[in-house]
């Protein structure tokens, strides 16, 4: 059993820690927290072992009535692993706290590639994560997942010569009333290429692709328009069935009338995913078009979830404890990724250790 320990229990960090504990392999080793909030009080419900982040907000947690477990080294010291799900930037300081007890560490997408020894994507590069001597390794962020997902088998299928996408990145999480904008469209950044298509390369190094970011007045998922010229051609079915046998790419049919993030959103909670999350990228079937060697689609990205089985392929890459195939199927059975059913017959199987992942079965 793996004792993995999660420092900073946000968006990321809460799902990360219940997908862990769904794990047949692994155990929570603890989370840490810096508030004893109402966030704090549903991981102590949850059973997890509440550590204060911070030394000096101890005080804070008993006056709260959140018993905890520790400080910060007390859970480092706890855990064969950590995953940092700390906010942009605070996990490369702490890279030397883990260093400290020689424990092995995950970062989150909002680090810096430099600051780690490695970027990790499960569809894109387990294996050489899994055979190299990486202890520091970043899942990429949630928009370069989505894309290093399609490009990756498409790069496969059909080879990839240039990516052009244009990422249109929700504003904030829906938790995060302080953030905006709340009335513009912002080219952000303004300047060419965002970080996505380098960060894309950090897990798929040879492959071209320029990506533009726009950020909107939205909350619940990232849209990306995506153009690939392909090396060979191919015609829009099969780049649908492509994409389809990707247990982590849901292929939206036309006929469930998703007209958007927000039914997909509904999609999700009717089929009683735990917080309404999609770990799928969405990938609109009836958009899939090809002219030539272009190929045309949207996607959604579900930026609260879709890094969260990522997280767990990691930790087995770097315990080193399966192979990519084996791991991805144990996550996706333990999370029930994959289990939107894309047949005319269509199912959707609420029991998440039942939905067995077809891709890779
Ligand atoms: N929310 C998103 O859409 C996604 C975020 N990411 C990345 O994941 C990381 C975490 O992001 P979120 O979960 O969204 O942030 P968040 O703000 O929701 O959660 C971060 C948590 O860490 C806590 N924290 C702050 N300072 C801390 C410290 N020194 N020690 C321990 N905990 C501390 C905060 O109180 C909060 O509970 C970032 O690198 C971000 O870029 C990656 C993919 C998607
Ligand atoms: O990893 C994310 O987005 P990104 O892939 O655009 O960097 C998350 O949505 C966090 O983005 P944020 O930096 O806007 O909070």
């Known amino acids: 059993m793996l004792r993995v320990g999660v420092n900073g229990y946000g968006t990321i960090g809460k799902r990360v820690a219940d997908a862990l504990a769904a794990q047949p392999d692994m155990e929570v080793a603890g989370v840490a927290k810096t508030t004893p909030n109402f966030e704090a009080a549903a991981a102590h419900r949850r059973g997890y072992a509440v550590h204060a982040a911070l030394d000096e907000r101890r005080p804070a947690f008993d006056e709260a009535g959140i018993p905890v477990a520790g400080d910060l080294d007390d859970l480092v010291r706890a855990s064969d692993v950590v995953v940092d799900c700390t906010p942009a930037g605070v996990g490369a300081q702490n890279r030397e706290r883990y260093e400290t007890h020689d424990t092995p560490a995950l970062y989150q997408g909002g680090e810096d590639a430099d600051a780690v020894d490695a970027s990790f994507n499960a569809r894109a590069n387990y294996d050489e994560i899994a055979a190299s001597d990486a202890e520091h390794v970043r899942v990429v962020?949630?928009?370069?997942?989505?894309?290093?997902?399609?490009?990756?088998?498409?790069?496969?299928?059909?080879?990839?010569?240039?990516?052009?996408?244009?990422?249109?990145?929700?504003?904030?999480?829906?938790?995060?009333?302080?953030?905006?904008?709340?009335?513009?469209?912002?080219?952000?950044?303004?300047?060419?290429?965002?970080?996505?298509?380098?960060?894309?390369?950090?897990?798929?190094?040879?492959?071209?692709?320029?990506?533009?970011?726009?950020?909107?007045?939205?909350?619940?998922?990232?849209?990306?328009?995506?153009?690939?010229?392909?090396?060979?051609?191919?015609?829009?079915?099969?780049?649908?069935?492509?994409?389809?046998?990707?247990?982590?790419?849901?292929?939206?049919?036309?006929?469930?009338?998703?007209?958007?993030?927000?039914?997909?959103?509904?999609?999700?909670?009717?089929?009683?995913?735990?917080?309404?999350?999609?770990?799928e990228n969405c990938v609109w079937g009836a958009s899939i078009a090809v002219e030539g060697r272009d190929l045309y689609f949207f996607q959604a990205i579900h930026q609260e979830s879709d890094v969260v089985p990522e997280n767990v392929d990691a930790i087995r890459a770097l315990a080193g404890d399966a192979d990519a195939a084996e791991s991805v199927v144990k996550t996706n059975r333990a999370l029930g990724v994959g289990s939107f059913e894309t047949t005319r017959s269509e199912t959707v199987t609420t029991d998440g250790r039942g939905a067995a992942a077809s891709a890779d079965d």
Request: charge should be negative.
């Open 141 to 279: 962020s949630c928009n370069t997942t989505g894309l290093s997902r399609v490009l990756a088998p498409l790069e496969e299928a059909y080879g990839v010569e240039k990516t052009r996408a244009t990422l249109v990145r929700r504003g904030g999480d829906p938790g995060q009333s302080d953030r905006g904008p709340i009335n513009d469209i912002l080219p952000d950044p303004v300047t060419v290429p965002s970080h996505h298509g380098p960060d894309v390369n950090t897990v798929l190094p040879d492959l071209a692709v320029d990506t533009m970011g726009v950020t909107v007045p939205a909350t619940l998922m990232h849209l990306h328009a995506v153009n690939v010229t392909l090396e060979t051609e191919a015609d829009a079915d099969a780049v649908s069935e492509t994409l389809a046998s990707e247990s982590r790419v849901f292929v939206v049919p036309e006929r469930a009338r998703v007209a958007g993030p927000a039914h997909l959103k509904e999609y999700a909670k009717d089929a009683g995913r735990p917080r309404g999350d999609l770990w």
